[in-house]
């Protein structure tokens, strides 16, 4: 892992993405994945995967495998059924944070079917979510899996730490990671009638913020829009402003991939 010593600003817009489109799916990949290769968008900071995905009712990923990866998702539409082999099995819903710590090995699957556990009536609705792939510290560690309810601390506005592994956020509520150097913010603005909030980006070696709904601006770049991402390295502090309900997911990171 290396750091760069050098301000860059990189907007990327939704619409730019990789896509992988099927009958039962719609994904957008900010980075490389799967048979999307692009030798110049591998990663940014620790982040490998920020994958948009929408899953019609009664689809999804079966079971397949991780390793040596740490598995943040983020649902903003709909709910997600995991299913993994340590015996977890559960709905991921808005306001749930969840994470899969793949280490020496798991197997896991994510269906948009939760009427199949609570054996309710079969519904119509695609499941809208973001998954997020950060690399840990170090590689063979046991596979674990958490979730967080943290609805109500987004209710109370701000830039909320989600997920981290930073000891700088160490007494925050938040799901831990195995990475010391990575943390996932999400804030929802003006979410509750407000006609306008701003929240203020933490400084970092990099920062990756993606737009997840509604429209943004930010000083320094301007208006952003639902699945527009910016990349910023040995930068933050910008103000990110929202004149309507809009949600955004910032990775603050202290480390990158790689070397130069």
Known sequence: MSTLTTPHIDVHRGGDRMKTRVSWLDSKH???FGEHYDPDNTHHGLLLVNNEDIVSPGQGFETHPHRDMEIVTWVLGGSLVHQDSLGHSGVIYPGLAQRMSAGTGILHSEKNDSWRLDHGSEHDQPVHFVQMWVVPDEPGSEPGYQQLEIDDELARGGLVTVASGLPRYRDRTAIAIA???SALHVARLADSGETEQAIDLPDAPYLHLFVA???VEMEGVGPLY???AVRLTR???QR???HGPAEILVWEMH???GSE
């Open 255 to 257: 480390a990158r991939l």
């Open 226 to 228: 639902a699945s527009d």
């Open 179 to 181: 990475s010391s150097h």
């Open 240 to 242: 990110v402003t929202a």
């Open 213 to 215: 709904r509604g429209e």
């Open 235 to 237: 930068s933050g502090g």
């Open 30 to 32: 900010s980075f490389s």
